[in-house]
Nanobody
């Protein structure tokens, strides 16, 4: 089993920055994809960014140039640096870990990000 714990959410003014962290523990496969997704009230959960264990990244168009995903494989931790935040970025942000060589698809409990105008 894998456990994911997010931290770093909070309230910030538009134009500000936040850094989210996701610490993974348990039976973690070395080959995996870690990602951040978000869900705003009344909307479906959507992809924000993903990063493979090899460092390849994918971003949603809405966050390109503003958000940066990174990871520390030695510590099984992923990060999301969010700059130039907008009110539309307000959502619960969820960490995800998808092993590529074993079964499972793991989610954290979510962390609230609120951007005020």
């Amino acid at each position: 089993q894998v456990q994911l714990v997010e931290s770093g959410g909070g309230l910030v003014q538009a134009g500000g920055s936040l850094r989210l962290s996701c610490a993974a523990s348990g039976a973690i496969s070395g080959i995996n994809v870690m990602g951040w997704y978000r869900q705003a009230p009344g909307k479906q959960r959507e992809l924000v960014a993903t990063i493979t264990s090899g460092g390849r990244t994918v971003y949603a168009d809405s966050v390109k140039g503003r958000f940066t995903i990174s990871r520390d494989n030695a510590k099984n931790t992923a990060f999301l640096l969010m700059n130039s935040l907008k009110p539309d970025d307000t959502a619960v942000y969820y960490c995800n870990l998808l092993p590529l060589l074993s079964r499972g698809n793991y989610w954290g409990q979510g962390t609230q990000v609120t951007v005020s105008s």
